[in-house]
């Protein structure tokens, strides 16, 4: 099977560009078959994915971070539509700096092992999860957390997931709260939040596990919400969300809930991002689903 590779060498701020050679050299030392396509701006690989997609990929390889995977996984929702069940395979190169959707699922982050899954490994549908127009398939988050996307963008001389962890705590310093009216399957909130936070998948941001027990493959989407009032309080909270048991949970005001579909209001506006890209600055109304089994990933036999 032809690889369409959508390569985004602006992945880890950059540093994905200098590693096209030997990306190139493992493929062809492989012996797989490819069709190269490179981003040149940010929201490109889109475009490029559901091109691939319109010319009859099957195959579709996302080479960059865990933004370059759901900018991919856009392009693909955008060529078929979220209905359609003949969905290509998605093939994963980890080159971000978190990598996080790659290491939920167990694939290797050095190339030449990730190159050897994309040409034998196996594929197992996994759950494609909605927000407003916009797919995902690890992780998205109103409030607290788009808050410290937003940051971490914004720092430029610290690099990998020690930006993540700087981002929080600027964020943390600064502390803000929503007012939210919350329905999902069987249930409902109205009240205070920090952070609302949506997971396929339990890890992102490299080191955090707010919805430890997600899983990509159930059916379901999986959802924390929480009020935290106090700023040294969100401090033992983001500490504790570090521990993938999830002790983070303990806090009586943070709940873990897995549902099919979560609707959200919120005031004031709140940013959003899905998969690490910011979508929205300032928005009051989204409306969360799953999509089961609707993308087949390519996987080793030891992931998930």
């Not at 490109?44 to 990929?57: K, N, T, W």
């Not at 690890?138 to 410290?148: H, I």
């Amino acid at each position: 099977m032809e690889a369409w590779i959508v390569f985004n060498p602006s992945s880890n701020r950059g540093r994905a560009a200098r590693r096209e050679r030997q990306l190139r050299t493992a493929l062809e030392r492989a012996g797989i078959p490819y069709r190269w396509m490179t981003s040149q701006s940010r929201g490109e690989p889109i475009a490029l994915a559901r091109e691939a997609v319109r010319q009859g990929a099957r195959l579709v390889v996302a080479a960059g971070g865990d933004g370059t995977v759901g900018e991919v996984v856009n392009g693909i929702a955008q060529a078929l539509g979220f209905q359609a069940e003949a969905w290509p395979t998605l093939g994963i190169l980890p080159l971000g700096s978190a990598n996080d959707l790659a290491a939920n699922l167990g694939l290797p982050r050095s190339l030449d092992q990730a190159v050897r899954v994309l040409k034998g490994g196996i594929d197992r549908p996994m759950d494609v999860l909605q927000v407003n127009q916009w797919a995902f398939v690890n992780n998205a988050a109103l409030g607290m957390e788009p808050r410290v996307t937003l940051t971490e963008k914004r720092i430029r001389r610290v690099h990998g997931i020690l930006r993540y962890v700087l981002a929080a705590f600027w964020v943390l310093a600064r502390p803000q709260h929503w007012r939210v009216r919350m329905t999902w399957d069987d249930g409902a909130y109205e009240g205070p939040v920090t952070l609302i936070s949506v997971g396929n998948w339990p890890r992102t941001g490299g080191v955090f596990y707010p919805t430890p027990h997600a899983n990509g493959f159930d059916g379901r989407l999986t959802f924390l919400y929480g009020y935290v009032p106090s700023p040294v309080e969100v401090l033992r909270l983001l500490w504790k969300a570090m521990h993938p048991e999830g002790r983070h949970l303990a806090y009586p005001l943070a709940h873990e809930v897995h549902a099919t579909r979560l609707e959200v209001t919120c005031d004031p506006p709140s940013p959003m991002h899905a998969d690490g890209e910011i979508r929205t600055e300032a928005g009051t109304r989204f409306r969360f689903r799953t999509w089961p089994a609707r993308l087949p990933v390519r996987l080793s036999e030891a992931a998930p």
